[in-house]
């Protein structure tokens, strides 16, 4: 396997760099790679074969999760450089016309984001060993937006399938839960041995989710240094 340098502190598509603090990153269906740069205040948008790269200055906001949608628009969750206890904010960006809108619903703590095809955003709100939530945010004026679960153990990421239905991780309890969208119902589809896969150790940290075109779960699991993948069953989704 050869690994390369694609982004680095000495070379951000053709730009000399010597502060360089990547906390997230996202890959469209264009191959063009996002990239939150903490410390550094911005946003990258990174062309492929090209050094004609688009950054945006969040401007005193550490910018961590991203997630752009199909429209030209990035959604990120950013920490005001206020210090220990400024609130976290969620602000789309436009890479077409460079317009922001904050969004007016104040955040605790939040680790995880998804944007739907509908420009919802959901996000996991880690609040300590209790009082985590799941929130999903309709549109910019909400200042509270919908709490869909809560009294969660430190939920880390959420994401959607392909029916609309909620998956997140409960990081303090080691487990993945799913939320249905046909009636709310929350249930665990994978605990902390992994269950639905035969032969699987016990999980040390799970943190990240996704789905692939195929509707197979990948979880990055930190502290055992792996990625497992968990194939779904037909008769196992809620459509």
Not at 89 to 108: G, H, I, N, R, W
Not at 157 to 182: A, H, P
Request: aromatic share 14%; glycine share 10%.
């Amino acid at each position: 396997m050869m690994i390369c340098m694609y982004v680095g502190t000495t070379l951000i598509g053709g730009l000399n760099e010597n502060r360089f603090y990547p906390r997230d990153m996202f890959i469209d269906s264009n191959s063009n790679l996002f990239i939150t740069d903490y410390f550094s205040e911005r946003i990258l948008k990174l062309f492929p074969n090209s050094t004609n790269n688009i950054v945006i200055d969040t401007k005193h906001f550490y910018p961590g999760s991203l997630y752009p949608d199909k429209q030209g628009n990035i959604f990120v969750l950013q920490l005001s450089d206020g210090g220990f206890g400024a609130p976290w904010q969620l602000m789309k960006y436009s890479t077409t016309t460079s317009e922001k809108t904050p969004f007016a619903v104040k955040l605790d703590n939040p680790n995880g984001l998804f944007v739907d095809e509908c420009g919802t955003v959901y996000t996991a709100n880690a609040l300590g060993t209790t009082g985590g939530t799941i929130q999903k945010i309709v549109n910019v004026s909400d200042a509270k937006g919908i709490i869909l679960v809560g009294d969660l153990n430190e939920p880390s990421n959420v994401t959607l399938d392909r029916y609309g239905n909620v998956y997140f991780v409960e990081r303090g309890k080691y487990r993945i839960q799913r939320m249905s969208v046909r009636d709310g119902r929350v249930e665990t589809v994978v605990d902390k041995q992994g269950v639905i896969v035969y032969g699987t150790e016990y999980w040390n940290d799970p943190q990240y989710i996704a789905f692939d075109s195929k509707h197979n779960l990948y979880v990055s699991d930190y502290k055992n240094y792996r990625v497992q993948k968990f194939l779904f069953e037909g008769g196992d989704l809620y459509c």
